[in-house]
């Protein structure tokens, strides 16, 4: 809750120095109940003065130098109970108009040159390179297409003749489309893809067995079933949605028109062997409609386990049946499954679901979804489709999260503004998928965009297990569902609530369970669910999330639902090259103004004052690790300077300076044209003010030379507020007093050690003075109550863009320093925590990143088709 250019405030915690009531970092950070309440009415302040704003940033990027120190002053004074005017208390922005000009950053967005002008020319062009790359994909999706889909496509009979296929078309593409090992799907497969093979290939071979062509072809895919059979049984291997019954059922199928399948009778009984015990339990928990159907195929499956506390319910399994209902053929009730039609036409987004339902019903939307496949993607089709909302959206989501959305704003809006077009009209693609619409629920909240969240209540924890995805433990849509629900700003919002609870339940449950540990192809997903669960976006800092998404981004796009697939559009190579050229353009730059930053203090002789907390790491830190653009640097050094002058001028006035030097200081700042040498009673005061002078002028300079007028007036009288609200602290503190509005985030923290000093907290005082007698631990879940509903409505009035004229980078600032308090007073008192300081050195020597090496299938660029 930091304003722009006061980076970390005044630090606390234990010190060797004694210090009453603990005066720490939470005190001047705004780590009180008040914090919330008065970031609102900064807003009001902002907007009421905005025609005196002078701001740093692009013109997409403003930040009001004007506020620099304002919100902490505010909260310093909100704190010691100063601010009095009843019109604060209101948070209704007033209508006003903005004035003025918006002054530019120095640029420093260009490509470091460390190696040589030739090598920072290359640097230039291959960045510039990757970025157009990207630029372009935001026109098409790319998704490879499904021999497994395109062979059920395949056996659709003609209406004319039903010796005929009505898409002849795919049975071509399937002669032509066998590898050179007999089988039938992506080329270079992963090892441990072979059932997806083996479920490809014999759906291949029963389509062209089905139309008496491809003998040669059919021959090959036995042996290739034959030579690879065991692997149908190895428990170890990824299997595609369904694969233990349409593998077998199709097995049979091929027997009934005697194809030569050399398939010994222990490996046929170990394929059909799993399922009698599953039988009983799978009539007992689905619909009775449904027992015949599966008593009449001699198939049983080997489901996931259902006993896990999630996901136990018949609605489930009824869409799990009806999604792999190919398998089931004319034993299916092929009237119930036409209830998960969609208004595309297709059940489910599955071609082959669809390819089968069409075969039995005739039905003329499943056609028209059909012939919309073939006319867009030609003689093959995907596993699913339509995919192009998910896609694009998961671009979007990809680019932020790998810190590099800030070069392409223009593609991102242009996608959000679908989206939400998308939104308004009720688009099935995005209601009727879990993922998709969390997904542009949170995108669009975050962008500004008015949404509500009762969309979201279609997949409360009984809806979402109800579900094919809640069958299928959609880790990933469980994971976006929870994403979504951090961002709750209407007190009305509940569901999100729930929705929070049910999913980290559900996603730390599944993290223990040792399949989905062990497995490569949940390794990235794994490492992502466990970084959302330890850090919530309340309290995650852009650099540091950034660099741990790089960490797990998986470049292998590939996923698997009834065959595996890849979408370059989820997973891309760019998208991780980008972003760690453009973390390591920018760690560069930090580490120049860090170095910076250390001549400062010296020049500024900061060091000499033996009094003073050096904390220009952490000042420093939390102004990087929000505004870590390379053209923000005026923006990070101010925010880091004037933190650093605020920890300095809090130990001077709590422990460091005399009675005589603190008034002597604040006349001081109230002159201003003084003579220092004269004027200074002590050298200590000659240094602080000295030190502030030099600063403030110079951002009065850097302001006048972008906007073509003074603001340093306004910057001092800043100043002087902090001063005096210190100097009644320090009259607090000498008769014994303290502020009573509490430090909640800080206190909570530092309860136990505070006791034990004979000091007096926030909690202390709420157990002492409540009206009921309370616990400890009753006390801290009253203030983390406070904490969160004040969190929430500060969150509102950054996100909410209708009345405000607030530009969002500036609101962006009062929620970035929220994070920094909650990332820092997560477990204990932050600015001194040895933890928290191992973090703050860590992020001060991070060195350049290299991209990180992934398990990937190579891709193959002729299994892409241009959506």
């Given at each position: 809750m930091m304003p722009y250019g006061m980076g970390m405030p005044a630090g606390g915690g234990s010190r060797a120095t004694s210090r009453s009531h603990g005066n720490d970092c939470g005190r001047f950070c705004g780590n009180s109940m008040a914090l919330y309440q008065q970031a609102a009415r900064s807003f009001r302040y902002l907007v009421s003065n905005w025609d005196q704003a002078t701001v740093l940033g692009s013109p997409s990027q403003m930040v009001p130098m004007r506020i620099m120190p304002t919100l902490l002053i505010a909260l310093k004074e909100i704190s010691l109970g100063l601010l009095k005017d009843p019109k604060l208390s209101t948070l209704i922005v007033p209508k006003k108009k903005i004035h003025g000009n918006h002054i530019l950053p120095q640029a420093a967005s260009t490509i470091p040159t460390l190696n040589g002008e030739a090598e920072g020319n290359t640097a230039g062009l291959n960045f510039e390179g990757t970025k157009l790359r990207i630029k372009k994909m935001f026109n098409k999706v790319d998704l490879t297409v499904s021999s497994y889909d395109t062979a059920w496509v395949a056996m659709v009979p003609s209406p004319n003749s039903l010796t005929d296929p009505f898409f002849p078309e795919c049975v071509n593409w399937l002669l032509g489309n066998q590898l050179h090992d007999g089988s039938w799907g992506p080329p270079n497969l992963h090892p441990l893809l072979m059932k997806d093979a083996l479920l490809s290939t014999i759906a291949c071979i029963l389509a062209l067995k089905r139309w008496s062509v491809g003998e040669e072809q059919i021959n090959k895919g036995l042996h290739f079933i034959k030579s690879n059979l065991a692997s149908a049984n190895d428990e170890e291997l990824h299997s595609p949605v369904g694969f233990n019954i349409m593998f077998p059922a199709m097995i049979e199928s091929a027997m009934k028109l005697d194809m030569n399948l050399p398939l010994g009778a222990p490996t046929l009984d170990a394929l059909f062997h799993r399922r009698e015990h599953e039988l009983k339990r799978l009539s007992s928990q689905i619909g009775k409609e449904w027992i015949y159907v599966i008593q009449s195929v001699h198939v049983l499956v080997k489901i996931m386990e259902m006993h896990c506390g999630y996901g136990s319910n018949s609605e489930g399994w009824r869409a799990f049946l009806a999604y792999i209902s190919e398998g089931f053929g004319k034993s299916q009730d092929w009237e119930l499954v036409m209830k998960y039609q969609r208004k595309n036409g297709s059940l489910f987004n599955s071609p082959s679901t669809t390819a089968a339902a069409f075969t039995h019903l005739k039905n003329a939307d499943c056609l028209k979804y059909l012939r919309t496949l073939l006319e867009k993607f030609g003689n093959a089709v995907p596993t699913v489709y339509?995919?192009?909302?998910?896609?694009?959206?998961?671009?979007?989501?990809?680019?932020?999260?790998?810190?590099?959305?800030?070069?392409?704003?223009?593609?991102?809006?242009?996608?959000?503004?679908?989206?939400?077009?998308?939104?308004?009209?009720?688009?099935?693609?995005?209601?009727?998928?879990?993922?998709?619409?969390?997904?542009?629920?949170?995108?669009?909240?975050?962008?500004?965009?008015?949404?509500?969240?009762?969309?979201?209540?279609?997949?409360?924890?009984?809806?979402?297990?109800?579900?094919?995805?809640?069958?299928?433990?959609?880790?990933?849509?469980?994971?976006?569902?929870?994403?979504?629900?951090?961002?709750?700003?209407?007190?009305?919002?509940?569901?999100?609530?729930?929705?929070?609870?049910?999913?980290?339940?559900?996603?730390?449950?599944?993290?223990?369970?040792?399949?989905?540990?062990?497995?490569?192809?949940?390794?990235?997903?794994?490492?992502?669910?466990?970084?959302?669960?330890?850090?919530?976006?309340?309290?995650?800092?852009?650099?540091?999330?950034?660099?741990?998404?790089?960490?797990?981004?998986?470049?292998?796009?590939?996923?698997?639902?009834?065959s595996s697939y890849r979408c370059l559009n989820i997973g891309n190579e760019d998208f991780l090259k980008l972003a760690v050229d453009d973390f390591n353009i920018c760690q560069s730059i930090h580490r120049e103004e860090l170095n910076?930053?250390?001549?400062?203090?010296?020049?500024?002789?900061?060091?000499?004052?033996?009094?003073?907390?050096?904390?220009?790491?952490?000042?420093?830190?939390?102004?990087?690790?929000?505004?870590?653009?390379?053209?923000?640097?005026?923006?990070?050094?101010?925010?880091?300077?004037?933190?650093?002058?605020?920890?300095?001028?809090?130990?001077?006035?709590?422990?460091?300076?005399?009675?005589?030097?603190?008034?002597?200081?604040?006349?001081?700042?109230?002159?201003?044209?003084?003579?220092?040498?004269?004027?200074?009673?002590?050298?200590?005061?000659?240094?602080?003010?000295?030190?502030?002078?030099?600063?403030?002028?110079?951002?009065?300079?850097?302001?006048?030379?972008?906007?073509?007028?003074?603001?340093?007036?306004?910057?001092?009288?800043?100043?002087?507020?902090?001063?005096?609200?210190?100097?009644?602290?320090?009259?607090?503190?000498?008769?014994?007093?303290?502020?009573?509005?509490?430090?909640?985030?800080?206190?909570?923290?530092?309860?136990?050690?505070?006791?034990?000093?004979?000091?007096?907290?926030?909690?202390?005082?709420?157990?002492?003075?409540?009206?009921?007698?309370?616990?400890?631990?009753?006390?801290?879940?009253?203030?983390?109550?406070?904490?969160?509903?004040?969190?929430?409505?500060?969150?509102?009035?950054?996100?909410l863009e209708k009345g405000s004229i607030v530009p969002r980078a500036c609101k962006d600032l009062f929620w970035n320093m929220s994070k920094v308090l909650h990332l820092f007073y997560a477990k204990n008192d932050g600015f001194t925590a040895h933890d928290m300081m191992k973090t703050v050195m860590a992020f001060q020597l991070l060195g350049n990143l290299e991209a990180p090496q992934c398990d990937c299938i190579p891709p193959n660029p002729d299994a892409f088709i241009l959506k």
């Open positions: 339509p995919l192009e909302n998910y896609a694009r959206l998961s671009m979007v989501a990809s680019l932020e999260s790998l810190g590099i959305d800030r070069h392409f704003r223009e593609e991102i809006r242009s996608v959000l503004d679908e989206t939400y077009r998308c939104w308004l009209h009720g688009d099935e693609d995005i209601f009727s998928d879990a993922a998709t619409c969390a997904m542009a629920f949170r995108l669009l909240r975050v962008n500004g965009y008015d949404v509500s969240a009762d969309p979201l209540s279609q997949f409360s924890e009984d809806c979402f297990f109800n579900s094919l995805g809640g069958y299928l433990k959609d880790i990933g849509a469980a994971l976006e569902l929870l994403r979504a629900s951090e961002f709750i700003i209407h007190p009305d919002e509940s569901v999100m609530e729930k929705q929070n609870y049910w999913t980290s339940h559900f996603l730390k449950h599944e993290l223990s369970n040792t399949l989905v540990q062990g497995h490569i192809f949940n390794k990235h997903i794994v490492l992502e669910v466990e970084d959302v669960l330890k850090f919530p976006s309340y309290a995650n800092l852009g650099r540091l999330s950034t660099r741990r998404a790089i960490k797990y981004y998986n470049t292998d796009s590939t996923r698997i639902l009834k910076h930053l250390a001549r400062w203090i010296g020049e500024n002789r900061l060091d000499k004052l033996n009094f003073a907390r050096q904390k220009l790491a952490y000042c420093y830190f939390s102004a990087a690790a929000t505004l870590f653009a390379p053209e923000l640097s005026d923006a990070r050094i101010s925010w880091a300077k004037n933190g650093v002058l605020t920890t300095v001028v809090d130990d001077f006035f709590d422990i460091g300076g005399s009675e005589e030097e603190l008034v002597n200081l604040i006349q001081l700042v109230e002159k201003w044209d003084v003579n220092v040498s004269v004027d200074c009673c002590s050298e200590h005061v000659e240094i602080i003010f000295s030190a502030l002078k030099n600063t403030i002028n110079e951002i009065g300079v850097k302001a006048f030379k972008w906007q073509g007028r003074s603001v340093t007036s306004h910057v001092i009288e800043i100043w002087l507020d902090l001063l005096k609200s210190m100097s009644k602290e320090a009259e607090w503190l000498r008769n014994k007093l303290m502020s009573t509005s509490g430090r909640l985030l800080n206190d909570i923290q530092g309860f136990k050690r505070e006791s034990a000093e004979g000091k007096l907290n926030a909690l202390t005082l709420a157990m002492i003075h409540g009206n009921r007698v309370v616990t400890e631990e009753e006390t801290i879940n009253e203030m983390k109550s406070v904490i969160m509903s004040k969190r929430r409505e500060l969150l509102r009035l950054v996100l």
